[in-house]
């Protein structure tokens, strides 16, 4: 008898939470963001903003953090990196770069991208040694 009773109040207990719902797609689905949300008067607002990564590779210079950068809105520029001197080379951070060209920190971003560093080897130092 007791089986009895727990089972129909498991029953009444789904039949009133399955109630709840107007139907199965507002069932959430599990690890997933809903992308927006429903307001009273049927309109839609959406949850987050649309980012971006903009990365910073530094090509052997100073690690520089990736940004997250929202949709439409532009990067900020970081301190420059700095790369170490060799005994025969020194360099010259130049910008940074995306493909060939160099990358105007005004512009939005509108996808993922990587930012290359651009070095000039400004000194060459030849050390002669005498011959044998």
Do not use: H
């Amino acid at each position: 008898m007791k089986r009895a009773w727990v089972l129909v109040f498991s029953f009444a207990l789904l039949f009133m939470f399955s109630s709840c719902l107007k139907n199965s797609e507002d069932l959430p689905i599990l690890g997933q963001m809903p992308n927006e949300s429903e307001t009273e008067d049927g309109g839609n607002i959406p949850n987050e903003a649309e980012t971006y990564i903009v990365v910073f590779d530094s090509n052997g210079g100073t690690e520089i953090q990736a940004q997250t950068v929202k949709k439409g809105e532009a990067a900020l520029k970081p301190k420059n990196p700095s790369r170490a001197n060799t005994s025969t080379k020194e360099y010259t951070f130049k910008g940074w770069y995306l493909g060939d060209k160099e990358w105007d920190f005004d512009e939005e971003i509108t996808e993922n991208i990587t930012l290359v560093a651009k070095w000039e080897v400004t000194q060459y130092t030849v050390e002669m040694l005498p011959s044998k």
